[in-house]
């Protein structure tokens, strides 16, 4: 019988040597003359464990990992002969780190060959348009109301509210546009998506398509990541040679395509409306609102514009009804998000869970702590726009409104961890002079603010006395805050401010040392 | 669809062929920065001549084409070394060492974010965060990602880039 056997092409597996470790495992079985099929697939997300090798068995999928091109060969001797490999980690399904996740969105991510409409369909794909087209577009927003879903880009918007006033606009022609400019440090969940299971969000758009009544979507994908848009645009061309996306999708005389586009390495055009412009070829310039995308977006057209996880979400929460979703999560925040551990830790990965895990069990029982083996001093969560927490914040709930009470935001739900090395004076600075590179220079407070905070901050770490120029940062940051056009200059006194506040004796430590001199 | 993702190795700017790249476009709504990726894609670069060009196909001031060539962190305006090194400084990869990497390529290396070495084999560029965050610090090289880069790894793929082929 012919082994199969599965290993990720997911671009982080790569570069920790993937690639290299299929190829060693093809040639040595070829050598021994076992028929076997080597079958690509997405990350399972265990990321210290890539590359991770997978073996099916009557028992269900067994792993190895971390596995070289060098333990190949013993590898391949334990398959053959009895015997437990020094790398095996039993059933992939019952390791803790994924036994313990809620995986929805993710389920079929690293399971599946994500360029195979055959494969997505076996596992479950497709459920959620079958139920779409049999219901009436009112219905379909219906559901994505009832089920809580909020935009999970970082905003929280309700995705069923957005929905229903596209569809209610009436024009020649509306849009979907899939938000896939992934910029935040610390997250790679729609990167994982758009590797490991990217008809999931084909499948997502073409759902949005037919609940507002557009014909046409565009995905922006980023250019920092190639091997996304490779894969999705592969996943796109598949879906249109099966009859998923083309004149009549899947035969229900509906139309829906997709257009993949590549952004060029902005990070404001994550902002909504600055994608929609760079969309239409323009420089990346956040637009002022109203008008709101929704009545008058790509091209002036109305347009639904979402977040990968908010539509790789739709197809479930169409598939086994809306409260099966709400039935996950806490408060206002229903469903699960994908929270994405990064930076030093030891265990660093994507853990879906329903809203309402704390900080201290994401970064420790799932994370192990930091990979330096030191103490945690900060995280930051939400990405370079989100607030630093010292660790007296660590028993916060993550989901929208316990973030928010604190100061902080979910964001698009990553986690960076630092040890104690970290200076968080260096770290606001830093924030500031991400937002002079990448401010759209539209709005004074975030083209110029940003600048006169750099050179604030600067001032302390000179080693003068930090009370007036921190004042002067409060006082900017505010400004900031009060007076940005979006959440670029809006929320970069985030990570500033949470600095300041949670760990002061760094802004001090520029005068100790001048003192000293 | 070309693949559009930039490697260092181009062909010399061509005029007519990149008149061919444009026209290939015309039609398409939003065209601007698809041409634009595909030039980078031929020739490494966008040409300054290309600019009346495309704002004649689009029908847009050169102003406008000239905005939108100098907004975006990726178009280049000369071509880049034989290869391409990105290193990620956002905050993941800061939190296990990414300043001190940059630091030692400035340094021991002499190169300059931004810049290519004056042998013309690498052009070193900062990115913020390449999606690779749980396995940082990160890098990519003529488009291929690399994790838990050290010291050694950014020496090896900088001596290695400056061998003759």
């Not at chain 1, 770490?461 to 056009?485: C, F, H, I, N, Y």
């Amino acid at each position: 019988m012919t082994m199969r056997i599965f290993i990720s092409k997911d671009a982080a597996a790569l570069s920790v040597g993937a690639d290299k470790v299929a190829k060693t495992l093809s040639a040595e079985l070829a050598s021994r003359g076992i028929a076997a099929d080597i079958v690509r697939t997405g990350s399972r997300g265990l990321f210290w464990l890539e590359p991770m090798v997978e073996v099916a068995t009557a028992a269900g999928r067994i792993a190895y990992g971390p596995v070289t091109s060098a333990d190949v060969a013993s590898l391949v001797d334990s398959l053959t002969a009895s015997g437990m490999h020094p790398l095996c980690l039993g059933p992939v399904d019952a390791i803790p780190y994924l036994a313990k996740q809620e995986r929805l969105t993710f389920a079929r991510v690293g399971v599946i060959d994500p360029t195979s409409v055959a494969d997505y369909i076996a596992h479950g794909g497709y459920e959620g348009l079958e139920k779409a087209i049999a219901l009436s577009p009112a219905d379909i927003v219906e559901e994505v109301t009832k089920s809580g879903l909020r935009g999970r880009g970082g905003a929280g918007f309700p995705t069923g509210i957005k929905w229903k006033t596209v569809l209610g606009a009436s024009a020649d022609q509306k849009y979907i546009v899939c938000n896939a400019d992934e910029g935040d440090s610390g997250t790679f969940a729609d990167r994982m998506i758009m590797e490991g299971d990217p008809l999931l969000l084909v499948e997502g758009m073409t759902i949005a398509g037919l609940a507002v009544g557009a014909t046409l979507g565009y995905i922006y994908i980023r250019s920092e990541y190639p091997h996304a848009f490779r894969a999705f645009q592969t996943a796109v061309d598949a879906a249109r040679k099966a009859g998923y996306l083309g004149a009549s999708v899947a035969g229900s005389g509906k139309a829906f395509d997709i257009i993949v586009r590549l952004g060029a390495g902005a990070y404001v055009c994550g902002e909504e409306t600055a994608l929609l412009e760079s969309l239409e070829g323009k420089r990346g310039i956040v637009r002022a609102k109203p008008p709101l995308p929704a009545l008058k977006g790509l091209f002036g057209k109305p347009t639904v514009i979402n977040n990968v996880l908010s539509l790789a979400a739709v197809p479930h929460i169409l598939a086994d009804g809306w409260k099966t979703y709400a039935d996950y999560g806490m408060g206002r925040s229903r469903g699960t998000l994908p929270f994405q551990l990064a930076g030093n830790i030891k265990f660093g990965g994507l853990v879906e869970k329903a809203f309402g895990l704390s900080i201290h069990e994401a970064i420790y029982e799932f994370g192990g702590g930091t990979r330096s083996g030191r103490p945690v001093r900060a995280v930051q969560i939400g990405g370079p726009l989100g607030a630093y927490f010292p660790s007296s914040l660590f028993d916060t709930a993550l989901d929208y409104e316990a973030m928010a009470a604190k100061k902080g935001m979910l964001g698009h739900g990553g986690i960076v961890v630092f040890d104690d090395t970290v200076d968080l004076a260096a770290q606001a600075r830093f924030a500031f002079e991400f937002c002079v590179k990448e401010s759209c220079g539209k709005c004074t407070p975030c083209r110029i603010g940003s600048t006169r905070g750099v050179e604030t901050i600067d001032r302390i770490l000179a080693g003068e006395d930090p009370a007036k120029p921190l004042a002067l940062v409060r006082d900017l940051s505010q400004t900031m805050l009060d007076g940005s056009l979006c959440a670029m200059g809006g929320l970069t006194p985030y990570p500033v401010l949470s600095a300041i506040d949670h760990f002061p004796e760094d802004f001090q430590r520029g005068l100790t040392r001048v003192a000293a001199e | 669809m070309t693949a559009q993702v930039s490697s260092g190795t181009a062909a010399r700017w061509n005029d007519a062929v990149a008149k061919d790249i444009i026209d290939a476009r015309r039609s398409e709504p939003g065209a601007m920065l698809p041409i634009l990726h595909d030039l980078q894609e031929a020739f490494g670069y966008v040409d300054q001549s290309a600019v009346p060009v495309i704002a004649d196909v689009l029908n847009v001031s050169r102003a406008e084409v000239h905005g939108v060539i100098t907004y975006y962190h990726d178009f280049r305006h000369a071509p880049a070394g034989k290869h391409v090194l990105k290193i990620c400084r956002a905050e993941a990869c800061q939190s296990v060492g990414c300043r001190d990497l940059i630091a030692h390529v400035e340094q021991k290396h002499g190169l300059e974010l931004g810049k290519t070495s004056p042998d013309g084999s690498i052009t070193v560029e900062e990115v913020f965060c390449l999606g690779n965050c749980a396995l940082s610090p990160a890098v990519l090289l003529d488009g291929e990602l690399i994790g838990r880069v050290t010291i050694d790894d950014i020496d090896q793929i900088i001596e290695t880039a400056a061998r003759p082929a």
